[in-house]
């Protein structure tokens, strides 16, 4: 053990004053790493934040994210694609089931002034449509009336006999005042009852389904009624079957193939409307460019 | 100290260049409770497309007009033929111009480059 010429003693091989010093101070660069990204963020997030312009549908106010869905549902309301109106739902970030979201906003619209129109009315009422056929229900449902106007009777009052005309000389007997004459009640004009609400018919166009006809037959919460007898006509033809013979669709639930170039009614014998006009089996072109024949889903709700 | 100061330095450097990307980029801050006409433009043309199908089933311009207002546009006819113009230019979907030029039509916005695609036969049953 050597010593310099102060007398001291040289530090110990393992001491850090025997090891070459480091060029960075990696504590000091922790330090500044930690101060520099928090006050970046700080910076970026509140001092001069992203000015946003072009927001997406979910960022919208609440009552604007309404109005969105109402739109959604009008779309579906004409064109029936079930798979474009739950992709737009979803691009709205539902915290939960979408189709609740929609239930949830169309209450929020019936209980606000945006049903005193026309416009917003008939809004809502896709908005019911769409969610009640996924079984979903709402405030709405009750808050706005169904679309069915009740029938208006016009009734002819009675019609009062006007007094004759006082004559000068009085006679000792007292005319008999005039009496109305009651008229024969009238009864309204009911339309002939259904159990059914007038079929809905969606189309769509899908190559592994080519010309078919779904049927959903349902309770008005959206619930399938199984065993309903329903009936498909064509040209010369016809045919019966039943609901719920595919209990992996629903018990609400037939099919029926069509043939290219036919065209078909369908309806629940005796219980429903027929379709409004018939399901042609026409040929149709799919999204991705590929040929099909169109195919068809009916709903009958309960009325 | 010198060497801990520009420690410190370069630290700070990166810190705040990571945080900047992380705040203006990477994790901006994302806006609710946005007016419609913030709307992204691409979201906007889905609305009016989603109108214009909703004209199609009630056949009530009106509620369309009125349903168009929440994107705050002053003057509407004039922006459905502009977008439905431009629908048509880029070759959109046929099923949207469509219903764009129906929407056009009954707001009495019909031109020459919308003919073609009135009175087409769509999927759907609406009408």
Redesign the interface.
Known sequence: MGYDLAGNQPPARESRYRRPRSLVSWSALLIGFLIGLGGGLFYAWNINPVVQIDTQPWQLTSRARAEYMAAIALDFGYDGDLNLAVQRLIELRPQGDPFQMLADAACQLATSGYVDSNAGLQAVQSMKLLYQLQGRTGCADTLVAAVAQPTEVILSLPTPTPLPPATKTPTQVPTPAPSPTAAAPIQPTVPVQSDFVPPVVRTFCDASLPGIIEIFVQQVGGEGLSLQQVRVRWNDGDNLFLTGLKPERGPGYADFDMEAGLSYIVDIPGRSDPTSSPLVASPCTTETGATSITSYRVFFVEQ | ML??????????????????????IQF?????????S????S?QD??T???A??Y???R?V???L??LR?LEISNIPQYVQNVTERFISSSREV?DII?MVALSEALGRLTPIMEPYREVN??????
């Open positions: 060497r801990f100061l520009l420690s410190l330095a370069v630290g700070l450097g990166l810190g705040l260049g990571l945080g900047l990307y992380l705040g203006w901006p801050v994302e806006y609710t409770d946005a007016p419609p913030t709307l992204a433009e979201y889905d609305y497309v989603m109108i199908a909703g199609l089933v009630d009530d009106n509620a369309a009125e349903r929440l099923r219903y769509v999927r759907g049953t609406g009408g």
